[in-house]
Nanobody, 119 residues
Framework: QVQLVESGGGLVQPGGSLGLSCAAS????????MGWYRQAPGKQRELVAR???????NYADSVKGRFTISRDNAKNTVYLQMNSLKPEDTAVYYC?????????????WGQGTQVTVSS
């Protein structure tokens, strides 16, 4: 199991920016596909952005052009830069690590960090 710790959430006004970080334990981070998901009250958890071990990215249509996912394998950390935030971006944001190392499969989640976009 990989321990994931998110940070960087908070309250921001519409149109503002916020950066999230997710630090992973261990030394196998580089093998993982890392994802950011979010869950708003009363809604299902949804994929926001994902980055593979090779650096390929994909985004939900709702955040394309506004959010950027990146990773630093030397720091075992994945980032989500969120710009032009909207009230509908309000949710708990979760970090996810998926991968297989040898015979061990990983699919682990962080505890989540609240992002609130409101004036």
């Amino acid at each position: 199991q990989v321990q994931l710790v998110e940070s960087g959430g908070g309250l921001v006004q519409p149109g503002g920016s916020l950066g999230l970080s997710c630090a992973a334990s261990g030394n196998i981070f580089r093998f993982f596909t890392m994802g950011w998901y979010r869950q708003a009250p009363g809604k299902q958890r949804e994929l926001v952005a994902r980055i593979t071990s090779g650096g390929s990215t994909n985004y939900a249509d709702s955040v394309k052009g506004r959010f950027t996912i990146s990773r630093d394998n030397a720091k075992n950390t994945v980032y989500l830069q969120m710009n032009s935030l909207k009230p509908e971006d309000t949710a708990v944001y979760y970090c996810n690590a998926v991968g297989r190392v040898g015979v061990t499969r990983y699919d682990d989640w962080g505890q989540g960090t609240q992002v609130t976009v409101s004036s």
